[in-house]
């Protein structure tokens, strides 16, 4: 009968391993999404493709911006590990989820036991979560990895505290710390677990144990918390502003509750950057309505592990909803897989639902009932899989969830560009802009193909209107903002308007005081205006901000030429050389600059190195000649003055 029983647990273990590996295996061959994974890891692979980096997860913000609040080290340590196994190729970040969905599923398997629901319930739940459509997005979008590992970290500390309790054995003790510590590094979510647990201890345990036995537990969490605030303080410091985080956000987020618990029972309407609706609203809430008369009918509503099932949906369904991008409304309202860990509770609940019902149904019913939901969850699933396959894809289905997703058309928009389609590029862009005039990026985005076609007056148009709204300005995406302060600043030079362009760079240096290309491009602008004195500051700051640019050095040494500091310039281009020694301008600008110096040998040393770099330069030719004449050697002169019309230079105006 005990080997029966073990065989029975091998084959639950075996189908939970493969029908989540059957359904989910062709995801390793997707693409990353370009959203958030390109900021998390793409844009980062120089850091995260270095293990030697791993202490640096543990200093800085998930996008190494210093910027953003999100602090999630140990998934960038898994990052970090994926890319030593497939490097910038998404498989081994794809196969790193589906892995952590089966080992959660075998979690949830090991704790609806613990939590005394029959075995062959406790399966046939387990492979429904498996399978839910709701999951895809955690299994698919590999940014999602920071609530896999918070949802199997928080399973297994769970699991470890009933094991001790059931068994007093020391180690178990261990296994909770380590296992609690790691779901709060995954995300700061994990607070809910110690209230769940001491609801548990309450409800379930508190007849058979007494309080003080909580003791060890308590300090495991508050030596778990205080690791993770002291880490995090020494990495966030930046502060969310009043306007992303509180009780407006969170009234503005509510809606996400009843869409969520509905979406659990009807997995429709599944999209990739969802936004709130109002039938999907009504969907939930009639869904509500529905399960608490069930729930009253079967008088179900008594037993203290569905109350257990409640509190752990509502704990991990509102911390999020405090939180409220400024761009939310037109991008994403809420995330699918952000209902991995709420979505147990109801599985919990469920768990307890079915157990009452064994004592009027028999097994083989409940059975009959799963299995074509089983069959249904896993078509929709796969189908909404291929969502996730490719940034076209990604996006597309957004849009096609809600034509007024601006931030997705603006994406796909983006992704259109990248394959050449430059019309279907700017259609999407449009369409972004009527649908929110409000929003930055697509102006930005408008404004660099503008340029880059030449249509500098639309492009000076598209940039202005990107900096009349702050949605540029969005936690990790500030480099957006700066690029389009320096970019009109450019096109406006490009159209000789220098003042208009000081103005605006000098609004940009009030948001990012320590951008040098900002700094340098002000710079640009009074040397261009002949404001030698003001240009030198700019050049200054620039290059105190970026002491390695070769440009920054070039022009602050042009500047301090036209103010006659000839020393000063001699230095900047000597700066230059030094880091590179390849640069023919700088060996010209150099050897133009010895010559007012009256150092004839070292100017014709220099202009010859131009010369060697570039032997078709007819300006270095002549000042050559120059510098020959006041040698008097007048046949070296001569050759190189005629060179230089050979080559089609007259001479200084």
Not at 69 to 86: E, G, K, W
Not at 542 to 559: C, D, H, K, M, W
Request: with cysteine; glycine share 4%.
């Amino acid at each position: 009968m005990k080997r029966n029983k073990k065989n029975k647990l091998k084959v639950y273990l075996f189908f939970l391993v493969f029908v989540p590996s059957l359904l989910y295996f062709r995801v390793v061959n997707f693409s990353f999404s370009n959203f958030d994974d390109v900021n998390l890891i793409t844009d980062n692979y120089n850091l995260i493709g270095n293990l030697g980096n791993i202490p640096q997860a543990f200093t800085t913000d998930a996008f190494f911006s210093h910027r953003s609040n999100f602090y999630r080290p140990l998934q960038t340590v898994s990052f970090m590990i994926d890319a030593q196994i497939s490097g910038q190729n998404p498989w081994a970040y794809h196969l790193t989820n589906i892995i952590l969905l089966i080992l959660i599923v075998i979690a949830l398997f090991i704790l609806l036991i613990k939590f005394g629901i029959k075995q062959e319930i406790a399966f046939l739940l387990s492979l429904l979560y498996s399978v839910h459509p709701l999951l895809t997005s955690a299994v698919c979008w590999i940014p999602a990895r920071g609530d896999l590992f918070l949802t199997l970290f928080g399973l297994m500390s769970f699991i470890s505290f009933i094991n001790y309790f059931y068994s007093k054995q020391a180690r178990y003790l261990l296994y909770h710390f380590i296992c609690f510590l790691l779901s709060c590094l995954a995300k700061e979510t994990a607070v809910v677990f110690p209230f769940l647990i001491l609801a548990y201890f309450y409800f379930i345990l508190k007849k058979e144990r007494p309080w003080k036995e909580m003791i060890s537990f308590l300090i495991i969490w508050c030596s778990s918390f205080l690791i993770y605030f002291l880490l995090r303080k020494s990495a966030i410091t930046l502060n969310k502003t009043s306007s992303l985080s509180g009780i407006v956000p969170f009234i503005k987020n509510l809606p996400a509750i009843p869409i969520t618990f509905g979406k659990i029972f009807l997995p429709l309407g599944l999209t990739t950057m969802p936004l709130f609706n109002n039938t999907s609203v009504i969907i939930g809430a009639l869904i509500s309505l529905f399960s608490i008369g069930m729930i009253v009918k079967y008088r179900v509503y008594k037993n203290h592990l569905l109350l257990l099932g409640a509190l752990w949906f509502i704990g991990f369904t509102l911390p999020p909803l405090y939180y409220r991008f400024t761009i939310a409304a037109f991008s994403a309202e809420y995330f699918e897989h952000r209902t991995l860990l709420p979505m147990i509770g109801i599985f919990i609940m469920l768990g307890v639902f079915l157990h009452t019902l064994l004592i009027k149904w028999s097994s083989q019913r409940i059975i009959k009932l799963f299995i074509p939901v089983l069959i249904i969850y896993a078509f929709i699933a796969y189908i909404h899989s291929k969502d996730y396959s490719d940034p076209m894809a990604f996006f597309s289905s957004a849009i096609a969830s809600n034509s007024n997703n601006a931030a997705a058309l603006n994406c796909r928009g983006g992704e259109y560009l990248n394959n050449g389609e430059l019309q279907k590029s700017l259609a999407d862009y449009e369409s972004a802009i009527q649908v929110c005039p409000n929003y930055s990026s697509p102006y930005f985005n408008e404004g660099g193909i503008y340029h880059e076609k030449g249509d500098d007056i639309k492009a000076e148009y598209s940039y202005s209107q990107a900096l009349k709204y702050d949605t540029l300005y969005h936690y990790f995406n500030i480099s957006m903002a700066d690029n389009a302060y320096i970019n009109l600043s450019i096109i406006k030079m490009n159209l000789k308007k220098f003042d208009e362009a000081i103005v605006i760079l000098k609004k940009g240096l009030k948001m990012s005081p320590t951008n040098s290309d900002l700094n340098n491009n002000l710079g640009y602008a009074y040397y261009s205006t002949a404001k030698y004195d003001s240009a030198l500051y700019a050049f200054s700051k620039a290059i105190e901000f970026q002491p390695n640019s070769v440009s920054y050095y070039t022009n602050r040494g042009l500047t301090k030429y036209s103010l006659k500091d000839y020393k000063g310039a001699l230095a900047d281009y000597n700066s230059v050389l030094a880091i590179d020694p390849n640069s023919a301008i700088s060996w010209y600008n150099s050897g133009n600059t010895k010559i007012e110096l009256n150092d004839f040998e070292g100017a014709i040393a220099d202009l010859s190195n131009a010369i060697k770099i570039n032997p078709k330069w007819g300006e270095a030719y002549f000042h050559r000649g120059i510098a020959y004449s006041r040698l008097y050697k007048h046949t070296e002169s001569k050759k190189d003055l005629n060179r230089a019309l050979e080559l089609g230079y007259k001479g200084d105006d």
